[in-house]
Each structure stands twice: as C-alpha cells, then as structure tokens.
C-alpha cells in the first residue's frame, strides 16, 4: 500500500505537488484552505479525508501566497489578516484536525518559502506568516515526538510559491550552485523521502530545496 497522504493548500505548486506524490505511488486525499477558517470546519474536512484513506502516514500543508508585493507601509490592517494571520490559523486549526489521525511514523511536512529566512521586500506578511508556521512545526515535533510523530519544513524558492515577482526579492547574493531552483518533481522526492522510515530520526527541522541559492547554518 501507498503512503497514506493528506495535503492542503492551494496554488500551482500545491496542484503540481499533488499529481508528482500520486505518480510516486501515494494515496492522495486533498483539501482546500477554505475550510481552516475555523475548527470545526477543519475538523469536518479532515476527518472525511481520513476516512477515505484509513489513517494519516503523511500530512503536506503549502503554504498559499498572494503574487504581487506589497510595500510595507502600505499593508493594511485586512492585508495583513489576509496574508499572515489567516493562514497561520489555518495550520492551527489543521494540526489540531489532523491530531487524532496520527501515529507513530506519521510526519507532517509544511513548504514554505525561503523567505520565512531571509525575508522578502513586498512579501513581509507571507514571509511573517511561514515563519510563524515554521515555529509552529518545530512545536509539534517537540510536543508530539514521544507519540513518535515527526516534522519537517521543506523551505522552496520563493517564486515557486509566491510567483515570479518574488524572484527577485529574496535577498540571495548570487545563482542556485546547482544552476535552477527546482520545481514540484523536486520537492515531491524530498517529501516522498522524509515519509519514509529511514528518516524516521530527524523532526523539527527546516530542509531548504532551493538549488543551494540561499545556505544558512
């Protein structure tokens, strides 16, 4: 039997992760971020997905970003729900859906952009937003580890989630070292490992799959 795989999100890069993971052999329910506006909403949709699949052996949350940027001091108080905070309780209240359906070698595996490290001008709420669901991974592996439950965030290029306008914004010094910042094909082979019992032995930590553009300690 496939690996069992719950993903949510929305976006090219969510539809493209979704179609690579199934041609890699996984049993794939999806959800939309609609329905993580509130809990029981989340509790509903999540619980319908894992009743198709049995149980939960991966969850996969991309995180949704706006494509065009928007200077700082132009960010409205709505702007900023929209694009940071919404979203952050969304992986909230996903997490605490999905709880119940997890065991151990269960991982959970959220994509975010890189410039939850580095930042991004334009991009300052999404980039607020991926680290504070990057803090919220590490949270889960910390509180969840003894149940033998693990995490991981997989940090892509920005332009993979936000669109070509970030391209340019996410502050790297020079070109990817392997001459392209990769694509869903690419990210679906480190997800498809990290589901995997041979990485069993890692949580928490942040994997960036950039093509080696942005190399942080």
């Known amino acids: 039997m496939g690996t069992r795989t719950l993903v949510c999100g929305a976006g090219g890069l969510y539809d493209e992760l979704v179609a690579r993971l199934r041609a890699r052999g996984h049993l794939v329910e999806t959800l939309g971020l609609s329905s993580l506006a509130a809990r029981p909403t989340a509790e509903t949709a999540v619980d319908t997905a894992a009743a198709a ?37 969304g992986a909230l209240h996903l997490l605490q859906a999905c709880r119940p359906h997890l065991g151990p070698g269960s991982r959970v595996v959220h994509v975010v952009p890189t410039s939850a490290m580095g930042g991004a001008p334009g991009f300052a709420a999404t980039a607020t937003a991926a680290e504070g669901i990057r803090a919220l991974n590490k949270s889960a ?48 082979g480190i997800i498809d490992t990290l589901a995997s019992p041979d990485a069993a032995f890692t949580s928490g930590s942040t994997i960036v799959a950039d093509g080696g553009t942005w190399m942080a300690p």
């Open 53 to 89: 699949l049995g149980t939960v052996d991966l969850l996969v949350h991309v995180l949704e970003s706006p494509g065009q940027p928007i200077p700082l001091v132009d960010l409205s108080t709505d702007d900023w729900v929209a694009v940071c905070e919404d979203p952050m309780v």
């Open 141 to 188: 592996a910390r509180q969840w580890g003894t149940d033998g439950i693990t995490t991981a965030v997989v940090a892509a290029a920005p332009e993979l989630l936000i669109g070509p306008a970030a391209s340019s914004s996410g502050g790297a010094l020079s070109g990817p070292a392997l001459g392209r910042t990769g694509g869903a094909e690419d990210l679906a």
